[in-house]
C-alpha cells in the first residue's frame, strides 16, 4: 500500500476559542477513530506556530549550514498538523482526506510519499 501525507494548513493568528475548536477537535478524533479502525492510519501531529520553526541551509557547496530562526517562508497559512495514512491508491487517500477536511474545516493537501514507505 502507498503511503500518503494529509497536510493541514491553518491560517496565520490566534487558535479558535475553546467552545469553537473542541467540537472540530472531538470530529477530528472521530475521523482518526475511523482510520485505524480501517487499517488506514500511520501516525498524526500537531505542529507548533510557524515562529518557532528553525531552518538550516546549506550554502555554497563548502560544507557550510547557516541556521534562521522562524519558517522557510513567510505566509498567510501555514502547516499546522498532518497525517500519516495507507491507501490502496490516489482516490481512497482523497476520500480520507475529504472526511478530515470536513471535520477540522481547513484545508488538506493530500500527496503520495516517494517510495510508498514512513521508514
Known amino acids: 500500500m502507498q503511503h500518503y ?10 487558535p479558535p476559542a475553546p467552545e469553537v475548536l473542541e467540537p472540530i477537535m472531538r470530529e477530528v478524533e472521530a475521523v482518526n477513530d475511523e482510520l485505524r479502525a480501517a487499517g488506514a492510519w500511520v501516525f498524526a501531529g500537531g505542529l507548533h506556530p510557524p515562529g518557532t520553526a528553525t ?7 563548502k560544507g557550510e549550514v547557516f541556521t534562521t530562526d522562524g519558517p522557510y517562508l513567510e505566509g498567510k497559512e501555514h502547516i499546522g498538523g498532518f497525517t500519516v495514512i495507507k491507501a490502496p491508491d490516489l482516490d481512497a487517500a482523497l476520500e ?18 516517494q517510495d510508498g514507505s514512513c521508514g
Open 55 to 61: 531552518v538550516l541551509r546549506a550554502e555554497g557547496g
Open 96 to 113: 480520507w482526506g475529504r472526511k478530515l477536511a470536513a471535520a477540522i474545516t481547513l484545508p488538506i493537501e493530500v500527496r503520495p510519499m
Open 5 to 14: 501525507l494529509l497536510s493541514i494548513y491553518q491560517p496565520d493568528g490566534e
